[in-house]
T-cell receptor
Framework: DQQVKQNSPSLSVQEGRISILNCDYT??????FLWYKKYPAEGPTFLIS?????DKNEDGRFTVFLNKSAKHLSLHIVPSQPGDSAVYFC??????????????FGTGTRLTIIP | DSGVTQTPKHLITATGQRVTLRCSPR?????VYWYQQSLDQGLQFLIQ???????AKGNILERFSAQQFPDLHSELNLSSLELGDSALYFC???????????FGSGTRLTVV
């Protein structure tokens, strides 16, 4: 049972335009969400996160939006740059307690920025 | 360098064999997580240790086991290997979920 779903395996965006990556979840106990970025031959790196008490979090070119009623979150990258080409994973946690931060990951979306 | 060290980077072994993957967490992180990424799959949670104790278990096969030692490094043992065990195995450590995990660069296991 895939509790975190990224339904678009790939996405191509022109350089300078907005990239929007989507993620849906089914577990209503999830209360903390994260995005990770992964380059080939490297481990995923933490990008941005959002708590369920918020509906938006911004960090430079990256903004994450959370719609709890729809169980949907999205990552916006503006403007998109060639270095943003990578695989992006959405992840969620149910109950963030110190010493127990298991994350459930989606299958990833491969973003390609076209120069 | 993320601060999380995984060895070896690559491993090729035959079916039926046993291997050990090693992970040294980032300095100060007490939690270690093991994830498996098979072809075109997301990251599947295997197991978590916190300060030497098993804290959470995911879809980890009985043929797989792990432990975290007093110096906080962790080992993932995979035995009776099958072709389907070929995957990338990632270790991650954290000081708290609000800061996200720090992942190692992974061990690519190929079972032939």
């Amino acid at each position: 049972d895939q509790q975190v779903k990224q339904n678009s395996p790939s996405l191509s965006v022109q350089e300078g335009r907005i990239s929007i990556l989507n993620c849906d979840y089914t577990n209503s106990m999830f209360d903390y969400f994260l995005w990770y970025k992964k380059y080939p031959a490297e481990g995923p790196t933490f990008l941005i996160s959002i708590s369920s008490i918020k509906d938006k979090n911004e960090d430079g070119r990256f903004t994450v939006f959370l719609n709890k009623s729809a169980k949907h979150l999205s990552l916006h990258i503006v403007p998109s740059q060639p270095g943003d080409s990578a695989v992006y994973f959405c992840a969620a946690s149910a109950g963030v307690n110190f010493g127990n931060e298991k994350l459930t990951f989606g299958t990833g979306t491969r973003l390609t920025i076209i120069p | 360098d993320s601060g999380v060290t995984q060895t070896p980077k690559h491993l090729i072994t035959a079916t039926g064999q046993r291997v050990t993957l090693r992970c040294s967490p980032r300095s100060g992180d007490l939690s270690v997580y093991w994830y498996q990424q098979s072809l075109d799959q997301g990251l599947q949670f295997l197991i978590q240790y916190y300060n030497g104790e098993e804290r959470a278990k995911g879809n980890i096969l009985e043929r797989f086991s792990a432990q975290q030692f007093p110096d906080l490094h962790s080992e993932l043992n995979l035995s009776s290997l099958e072709l389907g065990d070929s995957a990338l195995y990632f270790c991650a450590s954290s000081v708290g979920a609000y800061y996200g995990y720090t992942f190692g660069s992974g061990t690519r296991l190929t079972v032939v």
